[in-house]
């Protein structure tokens, strides 16, 4: 009964201090929401530019055709054109990081379907910036797509792609090999004969060659959709623990430095009163932000729904458990705060990467998604897409929950045994 | 009341105590005096059980040795180091210790109120400590080591860095314990305080005791009468029984040389 009496004033110690210290509480309570509202924001895809690449174009061909892509370029909602005079003008856009890419249409681009009828290859160039090879590959995607749009669309219009024919066909007379020109010309003939069955039988002008139906995925009986927010709050949520484990430790080991950690260990406490103290009010402290955060989540504006609150809740034991290990194994990694806060920010900042606190592990290298199993956010991240988007059973909770109440056990045994109390007055 | 029997402890290469001995009786103020270097801080750690010797023992006699539930109970401890909350109040900062020592809330409350009107801080009772001068955090510190009531209180230099108001409202709480038969332990640099203030001082250096008596009987054993040193004490601290002093005594038995 002392004992846990003398553990709860011990936690609520805790608890008090950090509610006193402005920049600790905004760091624990409003920095997980903050960046939960700032990458929901940036993944939702809302505002204007979002999702686009940014590019330079420069149309060297300057003909009906090339204009006729530059529009359709234009007009794409994944893409940001910038026209510019020359491609001097363009890369200097590029280099000082402005656009993301300059694309230069050549002489004699011409028209990409009547290239492609002739049997050659549509040719682009350009430059991108090397820091944003995402975005170069998306705009490498966007615009293989725009030309087969481009070219699709000249030849469903049965005018259209009878004009195409016949300047292929001029072309042809005009210096390809014999044997070529002939082979060529029994493919035209064979598409006009298309075209003519096409009019025959109907066949509107609109039809793609691909019917594409894709919808997001869903789960269960699930009636609000899966918003932006519903994936960056789970990460917004793994920041918050950081921040409660590394605070919890920097208040650990700042009691030794102060001398106040002597004043508990002469009190007719154990040591390990003292340490569950920390540890209840790590833990505290944690569910409280996950509370609060789950609470900012179900406001309108984000609409976050849980498939199961149950599960949640669970989910959130056992991160807060996770993280109270954490805390106590970097409490013990130093003997100054400076050092722990060092050696804390250092190790937490890597584990949050790897394990998906910033850019989603599915974006990552095959080696680093491996990598990400001994990271306790991975399995934070897990549990809490598990409980809220994706879905999981009690079963699929297991493993990620496992994972994390035994990262809590051996973080906490282990960063306990290894703590070092103070051993003199003063020390 | 504390027994310290040939404890000798050393760290890697370096004795810190040497083969230690001494008694403490029961509601006297003991002074444990010493240069940088000499023991003091091991002793006291020894004696509240955060450290444990190589060899010898101590012991608080009829309540057991340092790191045993009881004397814990008995014994009171005001680190050098300010050892309370800056961010919690006064108040808190007592009720807090005081509530690791099992009291109820209402004992709490009330041994809090008492302990601040003892060290003159019970109009300052809901500030938060940062907020306090560094004589008014020592007065807490030396509070804070006494709210289970104590039976033997250690002293760390608790008037390190304070003005001279907040120093002579310390000897007045030592004053106090020692009319309540608390025995209390004193070490300090300052040979005047332990002068006004200790019925029996033990000198010690390079952890061996070289003197144990009254302030009296060392200064008439170990040369009195030689020039005083420091001079930038208060003058009220200076006057000393016989015209020697005890800063005399300290010089002739640890030497001069310089501790850094």
């Known amino acids: ?427 | 009341m504390l027994s310290f029997r040939g404890v000798t402890k050393t760290f890697g290469r370096v004795r810190a105590l040497d083969r230690l001995s001494f008694r403490i009786e029961p509601g006297e103020v003991f002074g444990l005096l010493g240069p940088n270097g000499a023991g003091k801080t091991t002793s006291i750690s020894l004696a509240v059980g955060l450290l444990r010797p190589d060899s010898g023992s101590i012991e608080l006699e009829g309540i057991g040795e340092p790191h045993e539930q009881a004397a814990r109970e008995a014994l009171g401890v005001s680190p050098q180091s300010l050892a309370v909350y800056d961010d919690l109040t006064a108040r808190e900062n007592l009720e807090l210790f005081s509530g690791l020592y099992g009291m109820t809330r209402r004992e709490r409350r009330a041994r809090a109120r008492e302990l601040l009107e003892r060290v003159g801080l019970h109009d300052r009772a809901n500030d938060r400590v940062a907020g306090f001068s560094g004589g008014m955090k020592r007065r807490l510190n030396l509070a804070a080591a006494l709210v289970h009531r104590p039976r033997i209180v250690l002293l760390d230099e608790p008037t390190a860095g304070v003005d001279p108001q907040s120093r002579n409202a310390l000897f007045d709480i030592v004053r106090g314990l020692r009319d309540d038969t608390t025995t209390v332990v004193y070490t300090t640099h300052y040979m005047e305080e332990a002068q006004r203030l200790c019925d029996r001082v033990a000198i010690i250096d390079h952890g061996r005791l070289l003197a144990l008596d009254s302030v009296s009987e060392l200064i008439s054993r170990f040369g009195g009468e030689g020039e005083r040193v420091a001079q930038d004490l208060e003058p009220a601290m200076t006057g000393s029984p016989g015209g020697g002093d005890l800063e005399s005594v300290f010089l002739e038995l640890t030497g001069r040389t310089l501790r850094d």
Do not use: N
């Open chain 1, 1 to 427: 009964m002392r004992a846990t009496r003398s553990i709860l004033l011990l936690a609520l110690k805790d608890v008090r201090l950090l509610l006193r210290d402005r920049l600790g509480a905004f760091f624990t309570f409003a920095f997980p929401v903050l960046y939960a509202l700032l990458f929901g924001l940036m993944f939702s895809g809302t505002g204007e530019g979002s999702g686009t690449v940014g590019i330079a174009l420069v149309d060297l061909d300057r003909t009906d055709g090339s204009r006729a892509f530059v529009e359709r370029l234009a007009d794409s909602e994944a893409l940001d054109v910038t026209l510019v005079a020359d491609s001097d003008a363009g890369r200097e856009l590029v280099r000082r990081g402005k656009l993301s890419a300059l694309l230069v249409l050549p002489e004699g681009f011409g028209d990409p379907a009547t290239t492609l009828v002739r049997g050659e290859r549509v040719r682009l160039e350009g430059v991108v910036d090397p820091s944003r090879k995402a975005e170069a590959a998306i705009l490498k995607g966007t615009l293989s797509g725009l030309v087969f749009e481009h070219i699709g669309d000249s030849l469903r219009d049965p005018d259209r792609a009878r004009a195409v024919i016949a300047e292929s066909r001029a072309a042809l007379s005009e210096g390809a090999p014999p044997a070529v020109a002939a082979a060529v010309d029994r493919m035209l003939s064979g598409v006009e004969g298309l075209l003519d069955e096409g009019e025959a039988v109907g066949l509107g002008a609109a039809d793609g060659p691909i019917d594409l139906a894709i919808g997001e995925l869903t789960s269960g009986e699930r009636t609000v959709p899966v918003t932006a927010y519903a994936l960056t709050f789970p990460q917004g949520a793994a920041w918050g623990l950081m921040a409660c484990a590394l605070g919890s430790s920097l208040s650990l080991v700042g009691e030794r430095s102060r001398g106040t950690l002597v004043r508990l260990s002469l009190a007719p406490i154990a040591r390990w009163q003292i340490l569950a103290g920390k540890a209840l009010s790590c833990f505290v402290i944690s569910l409280v932000m996950l509370a609060v955060l789950v609470g900012v989540a179900h406001l309108p504006v984000f609409g976050v729904r849980a498939e199961s609150y149950m599960l949640l809740a669970v989910a959130s034991v056992c991160a807060c458990a996770a993280f109270v290990g954490v805390m106590m194994l970097v409490a013990s990694f130093g003997k100054t705060v400076a050092a722990v806060e060092g050696f804390g920010r250092a190790v937490l900042l890597v584990l949050a990467l790897v394990g998906g606190a910033a850019v989603p592990v599915v974006f990552m290298p095959v080696w680093m998604r491996t990598a990400a199993g001994v990271s306790p956010f991975r399995w934070v991240i897990e549990a809490m897409d598990g409980a809220i988007w994706r879905g999981f059973g009690v079963q699929e909770m297991l493993l990620p929950c496992g994972v994390l109440l035994a990262i809590g056990l051996v973080g906490f045994v282990g960063g306990s045994l290894m703590f070092r109390f103070s051993r003199v007055m003063g020390d």
